[in-house]
């Protein structure tokens, strides 16, 4: 297998299990916070850094006023007219698009399907799945609070899909924006991974 593989993922759907275990099945590099660290060391920005600007996202009219204050003038304003947020985002595309040519591996999140657009071997995978399946998952599994955990839910859906639909300029839901679409639930997590590998080839 001879592919960058990126994976979207509603949350509580099991998407970067999924890809770790893409990864092992591949023998191949799995990158995901690991992103964030690389980028952080070879941009000099805080680990941090990346964190906030993923959580500014929350709400889309708020980030998306907050990254217009930034450009226009804030003491996050940087030296090229890019808020800090863009730079952020800037730096982490650069470490997406380095892995990717150091050969195969798994991408989770961060809009790599986007970043790595113009490149010919990768295959972008999106994962969903029922609520009850993402609240049991992110109950038993993340160890998230059971009376809020619908919320939670909700909450990082909303975030993630505000970050890539404000950098990429398309709806994250778009599912023809994929080459797979899985849904989780209905498969499980290791019929998942072996319907993935199986569509990926040899």
């Given at each position: 297998?001879n592919?960058?593989?990126?994976?979207?993922?509603?949350?509580?759907?099991?998407?970067?299990?999924?890809?770790?275990?893409?990864?092992?099945?591949?023998?191949?590099?799995?990158?995901?916070?690991?992103?964030?660290?690389?980028?952080?060391?070879?941009?000099?920005?805080?680990?941090?850094?990346?964190?906030?600007?993923?959580?500014?996202?929350?709400?889309?009219?708020?980030?998306?006023?907050?990254?217009?204050?930034?450009?226009?003038?804030?003491?996050?304003?940087?030296?090229?007219?890019?808020?800090?947020?863009?730079?952020?985002f800037?730096?982490?595309?650069?470490?997406?698009?380095?892995?990717?040519?150091?050969g195969?591996?798994?991408?989770?999140?961060?809009?790599?399907?986007?970043?790595?657009?113009?490149?010919?071997?990768?295959?972008?995978?999106?994962?969903?799945?029922?609520?009850?399946?993402?609240?049991?998952?992110?109950?038993?599994?993340?160890?998230?609070?059971?009376?809020?955990v619908?919320?939670?839910?909700?909450?990082?859906?909303?975030?993630?899909?505000?970050?890539?639909?404000?950098?990429?300029?398309?709806?994250?839901?778009?599912?023809?924006?994929?080459?797979?679409?899985?849904?989780?639930?209905?498969?499980?997590?290791?019929?998942?991974?072996?319907?993935?590998?199986?569509?990926?080839?040899?």
């Open positions: 297998m592919k960058v593989v990126t994976i979207g993922r509603q949350y509580g759907s099991g998407g970067r299990e999924i890809g770790q275990k893409i990864a092992e099945y591949y023998n191949i590099p799995f990158y995901d916070n690991e992103l964030i660290t690389r980028a952080a060391k070879e941009s000099g920005f805080a680990e941090e850094t990346f964190a906030r600007a993923e959580d500014k996202a929350t709400n889309s009219l708020l980030y998306s006023l907050a990254m217009g204050i930034n450009v226009y003038g804030n003491q996050d304003f940087g030296f090229n007219g890019l808020s800090l947020d863009d730079r952020i800037l730096a982490q595309s650069d470490v997406i698009r380095k892995v990717a040519e150091e195969p591996c798994v991408i989770v999140g961060r809009c790599a399907d986007y970043v790595l657009k113009e490149y010919e071997n990768v295959c972008n995978v999106f994962i969903q799945a029922a609520m009850s399946f993402r609240i049991d998952r992110a109950v038993n599994q993340y160890h998230d609070d059971e009376k809020s619908a919320d939670i839910i909700v909450k990082n859906d909303k975030r993630r899909s505000n970050y890539y639909n404000y950098h990429v300029g398309e709806k994250w839901t778009n599912l023809n924006n994929y080459d797979l679409v899985v849904r989780s639930d209905l498969m499980g997590i290791d019929n998942t991974v072996s319907c993935i590998c199986a569509y990926l080839g040899k």
